[in-house]
């Protein structure tokens, strides 16, 4: 409880056994990490530009994004934006969840976003872009 809110202790519990013998000092020692973050954006990049236009783009909102192989996920915001605190240092992947992507729109980045992240470190601009399918008109004629 009296840890810097970006420090943690890795592993899966933080738990150890001790053997205290009376008279004897022991010592028990827990490996710490400093934590990172995570930011990026979905968005339609309607311009084609590869940077996201408030103007312009539509920010995609309510698409999951999640960390492998941890598991993490999240939502991206109304802007489109999207958060991961606290995430251990390690090689990780940020994905898009396509199933929560509206039929409208197409992926044109990639799926999945691999980078090594260090201890303290806050990573930004791991975007994924999108662009409007295009609109398919079906013409019946008459016989």
């Given at each position: 409880?009296?840890?810097?809110?970006?420090?943690?202790v890795r592993g899966d519990a933080p738990v150890q056994v001790v053997t205290v013998n009376?008279?004897?000092?022991?010592?028990?020692?827990?490996?710490?990490?400093?934590?990172?973050?995570?930011?990026?954006?979905?968005?339609?990049?309607?311009?084609?530009?590869g940077v996201y236009d408030k103007k312009i783009d539509a920010a995609l909102q309510n698409?999951?994004?999640?960390?492998?192989?941890?598991?993490?996920?999240?939502?991206?915001?109304?802007?489109?934006?999207?958060?991961?605190?606290?995430?251990?240092?390690?090689?990780?992947?940020?994905?898009?969840?396509?199933?929560?992507?509206?039929?409208?729109?197409?992926?044109?980045?990639?799926?999945?976003?691999?980078?090594?992240?260090?201890?303290?470190?806050?990573?930004?601009?791991?975007?994924?872009?999108?662009?409007?399918?295009?609109?398919?008109?079906?013409h019946f004629g008459r016989k």
């Open positions: 409880s009296r840890l810097p809110l970006d420090m943690a009376s008279l004897k000092t022991s010592t028990v020692e827990f490996p710490m990490v400093t934590t990172s973050k995570i930011k990026g954006m979905l968005y339609v990049d309607v311009d084609k530009n698409v999951r994004v999640y960390l492998v192989p941890i598991g993490k996920d999240t939502l991206t915001f109304s802007d489109g934006s999207y958060y991961f605190d606290y995430v251990y240092p390690g090689e990780h992947e940020v994905a898009v969840d396509l199933g929560t992507v509206a039929p409208d729109y197409k992926l044109t980045s990639s799926e999945k976003i691999k980078t090594p992240l260090q201890g303290g470190q806050t990573l930004t601009d791991l975007d994924f872009l999108f662009s409007p399918k295009p609109i398919v008109i079906e």
